[in-house]
């Protein structure tokens, strides 16, 4: 089974209205939540990342939904499972790294286990702040993002090559949040606005928000760095590297968010097309139950 | 290592406010939080319980953690990781299962692994209610409790010996919350008190509370099932068995809770005294890291 089968089913069971976006809103309470794992040999191999990168990761990549959703990060919730071997270094390394990502650790749980696994909450303030939607995307709007995509994966292809260091690398292990663009658009905004991140990949954040909003994207430009053209297919990279931790926003054509980029515009229709090709891109998403 | 040595670690490292209570309290945002793991093997073993079981337990012990912390329970997030071999239907009933524990699921992962592990957050809301602490027990209050000890453990240890069927089993596997002990204190008192949940033990919950607020818990008495004087050594597992989800709670001694139990007082001095011995029980205390 796909990663989306379970999620339908899990949808279908808890009749839930929150699962959808990258954060659930809780609008009665005044907060949005998330919740991601990682586990070792799946998400991440300890043969390439330190205790104290792989706590910053795992931070970093639930501070990025609260991101996605327009909220304020403000604290994490750590549940971590380790192998008895793991010795005390590792735990003060990895809960270092968790700090230096910047937020509050309000609690957590550990226990022992055959693999690392983690599995981190994120809690969002959203006073002051107008939160988003995958499915807030309108016809007339621009598609914005907040950096280069497919760096993160070029990364990951050169550590399974043994190369050690590099700033693809430093992407993949350690990616950046991008708290001033969410900032901006959250605290600005007077109208509905579609964002998320590019956690799975730019096309299948395009995807999520195309589906959601039923409209069609079309994306005309796309940020990447270009050393990512020595890479065999590298456009791979940059729509379905996934892990960038970009985000993707759509707003209102007049309004201007500092250090961004306009990749493309909101159509009636449904889907995506970038660069003038509509094409069946969804067997490429990134999905960690097929690549088992 | 111990469960208690990473826990100091983790708030030496974190500098952390928030460790050492069943919840987070997070004021600015008018929440608690909790986060629990249940491993495969390690908290519980497939052969003994459903899917639907285990997902309401996982649950559960959540739920009782905000209620604990005197909150209203109102959200889950849920991150499941789950070996490949596991179908669909096991993601179904383990769902239903959490679903009939009787809070919304607002979100979660799901991913895959070698092994079960569950980590779920609760949330839970703190407004008209006065949060406990397990700091606050104060020389004079009276302890009382919402039910029987040891009746979870029993049903372990039949589980073990082969047993299927049996009320002690029940509640092993589906432990009740106390929703009426904690919302009629919550709602209701004027004044600070300390409230925690049995999950390891009720020697360990008097104990934390013991130690975090300075006193000395004397106990006269404590419910059990008569049923479980059958059993060896049978107040090991009433005082350390674990897992009953009874709240323990530390009010002034005019204060009357319906439905709850008086099992002792509060004097000056440190630590605890059941039945007129001091003992030094630490040894005995759950411990998932040393059952490895």
């Known amino acids: 089974m796909k990663e989306k089968d379970f999620i339908n089913i899990i949808k279908e069971i808890t009749q839930s209205r929150y699962i959808g976006d990258d954060c659930a809103y809780l609008k009665d309470l005044g907060i949005v939540v998330t919740q991601d794992n990682l586990v070792e040999d799946v998400h991440f191999s300890l043969d390439w990342t330190t205790p104290y990168k792989l706590g910053y990761k795992s931070a970093m ?21 380790l192998p008895k071997n793991i010795d005390e270094n590792f735990v003060k390394e990895f809960y270092k790294g968790i700090k230096s990502a910047g937020i509050e650790v309000a609690g ?22 107008k939160i988003s939607s995958r499915a807030n995307a309108k016809v007339g709007y621009k598609v914005i993002t907040s950096g280069f995509h497919g760096s993160s994966s070029a990364g990951l292809k050169l550590l399974q090559n043994g190369v050690k260091d590099h700033k693809f690398i430093q992407t993949h292990l350690m990616p950046q949040s991008r ?15 579609a964002m998320t991140d590019s ?20 994306i005309n430009s796309i940020p990447y760095d270009k050393e990512i053209e020595q890479f065999e297919n590298y456009m791979d990279l940059v729509l379905f590297g ?3 931790y970009e985000l993707v926003a759509c707003v209102p054509k007049d309004f201007e968010v500092p250090n961004s980029y306009t990749i493309g515009e909101i159509k009636s229709g449904e889907g995506v097309e970038i660069f003038g090709k509509k094409t069946e891109f969804e067997g490429k998403i ?7």
């Open 61 to 81: 990549v639930n501070i990025s939904d609260i991101l996605a959703s327009g909220g304020e990060p403000k604290y994490l919730t750590v549940g971590l499972s």
């Open 108 to 129: 957590g749980d550990i226990t022992g286990g055959d693999k690392v696994f983690i599995s981190i909450c994120a809690i969002g303030d959203t006073k002051g702040r």
């Open 179 to 193: 708290e001033d663009f969410s900032k901006y658009i959250a605290q600005n905004a007077d109208f509905d606005y």
């Open 199 to 218: 956690s799975d990949g730019l096309f299948d954040a395009l995807l999520q928000i195309a589906e959601k909003s039923h409209v069609k994207l079309f």
């Open 242 to 244: 996934g892990e960038d």
């Open 286 to 292: 990134f999905n960690h139950w097929s690549k088992q």
